[in-house]
């Protein structure tokens, strides 16, 4: 029996252990039907409805200036949009719940593939941009944002490293977009 090379066993070690961390998180909101409703509840409204939402109060608090920061973050959104969808057709990493049965789609996926996790990729870039316009709305996007990420594994819709390659990206886009954007910055 020919033993694997050091690179692949690292990967598969990776994979099982980042298989094992969704089923104790999914088992876990199964048992828990208040965690299971909220992280459903959370993970639907990620979907857009929150950031729709938040842009439309941004624009009515808040006027022309708050018309730039939801622009800003539609323009993000978009780009974010564009790189999510192409990395997902190039990965084609499937679910949690369709490579591991112990694992269960404890609401229903948007699309068939797992990496990344775009509800993550969106909240971090939104979260970020819209912290940049609005620094205090951080009591309020930080916990949701970490809601979102964390719901994704719980679900059993992704993977723990999904959501980790979706915080990167999603920082990165949000980075890029406040350098284009003069008199924009998070610090």
Request: positive net charge; glycine residues 8%; aromatic residues 10%.
């Amino acid at each position: 029996m020919q033993r694997l090379p050091l690179h692949k066993r690292l990967i598969d070690g990776a994979m099982h252990g980042d298989s094992g961390w969704c089923l104790r998180a999914n088992r876990w909101g199964e048992r828990r039907s208040s965690s299971c409703s909220y992280f459903a509840a959370i993970s639907r409204l990620g979907d857009g409805v929150f950031w729709y939402a938040l842009m439309a109060v941004l624009v009515l608090a808040d006027g022309m200036a708050g018309l730039a920061a939801s622009a800003h973050m539609a323009a993000t959104g978009l780009i974010a949009l564009t790189l999510y969808k192409l990395l997902k057709r190039w990965t084609r990493r499937p679910r949690p719940f369709a490579s591991d049965r112990r694992i269960h789609a404890l609401i229903a996926p948007l699309d068939e593939f797992s990496f990344p996790s775009g509800h993550t990729l969106h909240a971090v870039a939104f979260s970020l941009v819209a912290c940049a316009h609005y620094p205090l709305l951080a009591w309020l996007l930080v916990p949701f944002t970490a809601s979102v990420a964390l719901s994704r594994v719980v679900l059993g819709l992704h993977y723990p490293s999904d959501v980790l390659a979706a915080t990167g990206i999603g920082t990165a886009l949000a980075a890029l977009s406040l350098w284009l954007v003069p008199g924009v910055s998070l610090f």
